[in-house]
Each structure stands twice: as structure tokens, then as C-alpha cells.
């Protein structure tokens, strides 16, 4: 099981936090590890357990597109979505209002080893995860093998990393966009 979280405190209300993250498409646009081609709500109305999303996103010259509902939902404090991929992963984010901003957390888990039937083909997330966990450890061998606990924390740790990015740039433009309003015209 690969599980990592990684948490930054914003100066910003827990409202427009909560409102970013759950805003799947603008979101999607701040990771600087992927381009987000197409990102969407596809069930109507606001975002709460049931509502379905569509990813189709770029990263490291790999399209990967996949489907994914949340399963819990906390108005302004958190939400947990789990995909469609083979193995499914799941994410959970929350905000927590602190003296003078927001902490935002984000977790993200996924089991290396599912059960599965003999000669599964290798596509889509599964691909991903594989072709990473093999560059991470120069293995060029794409032959299926059982994931090591030395394996699955090396990719916790690039994993992580990716999110601290992710969230340092969520922040940045949070507290950008809380300078640009708060300081008024010139």
C-alpha cells in the first residue's frame, strides 16, 4: 500500500480554500507535474458525495484519462474521491481553518499489490505507476512483479514531493490572488 500526505498552512479563509479544491478543473490547472487537457464535473449541481469528475491529464509525455466520485463529503472541511483505475486510488483532502489561515491537507493512498487474475494488461494509471516506480528505481524491466515495501516507499517519497509542489503552488496562488484583491486600485 503506497499512502503519503502532504499539508501547507494558506493565509487565506477556509471558505476560498474549500472553493478551490473543490473546484476540480482550476485546481487540475495549478499542478506543475501534469496539464490538465480536460478536467470536469460530470454530474450537475453542487459538489457533494455522488458527484462524478473526468480527468484526462498529461504527465511525463503519458495521457492518462479516468473517472472518479466522491464518497464523502463535509461542507468546507473535506472531501474523499476514489477513481476508477486499475488499482483504484483514493484521495482525501481537508481544511482546517489555524490563527491567520488555512492548513490544507491532502492524502492520497493506493494498493501496489491488488488481487488480480494472471496476464493483466498493463494500461492506463497501473502503467503510470509502474513506469514511475521503474524510473524512480532505473528498473527497465517492465515484466509484473510483486511491489517491495523499499519500492513502495520510494515512490511515496516522489509522490509526495510531486503534491508538496502541487500545494506550495495552490498557496501561492491563493495568497496571490488575496494580495491582488485586498490591495484596491492605485
Not at 32 to 59: D, N, S
Not at 101 to 116: A, I
Request: charged letters at 25%; hydrophobic letters at 35%.
Amino acid at each position: 500500500m503506497v499512502r503519503f500526505h502532504r499539508s501547507i498552512v494558506i493565509r487565506a479563509d477556509a471558505d476560498r480554500v474549500f472553493a478551490l479544491v473543490t473546484d476540480v478543473a482550476r485546481k487540475a490547472r495549478l499542478n506543475p507535474g501534469a496539464e490538465a487537457i480536460r478536467v470536469e464535473q460530470e454530474t450537475p449541481g453542487p459538489v457533494g458525495a455522488g458527484t462524478a469528475f473526468r480527468f484526462v491529464l498529461r504527465h511525463g509525455g503519458r495521457v492518462i484519462d479516468y473517472r472518479s466520485r466522491c464518497v464523502a463529503f463535509e461542507a468546507v472541511r473535506a472531501t474523499e474521491t476514489v477513481s476508477d483505475t486499475d488499482p483504484p486510488f483514493s484521495v482525501r483532502v481537508s481544511v482546517e481553518p489555524t490563527p491567520g489561515g488555512t492548513r490544507l491537507t491532502q492524502e492520497e493512498w493506493f494498493d501496489t499489490n491488488p488481487p488480480r487474475p494472471p496476464r493483466v494488461e498493463r494500461k492506463g494509471l497501473v502503467g503510470l505507476l509502474t513506469d514511475l516506480a521503474a524510473s524512480i528505481l532505473g528498473d527497465t524491466d517492465a515484466r509484473p512483479r510483486q511491489v517491495t515495501r523499499a519500492h513502495e516507499a520510494q515512490v511515496e517519497a516522489q509522490l509526495g514531493a510531486q503534491l508538496h509542489e502541487w500545494l506550495e503552488a495552490i498557496k501561492a496562488h491563493l495568497e496571490g490572488d488575496q494580495s491582488r484583491n485586498s490591495s484596491g486600485p492605485g
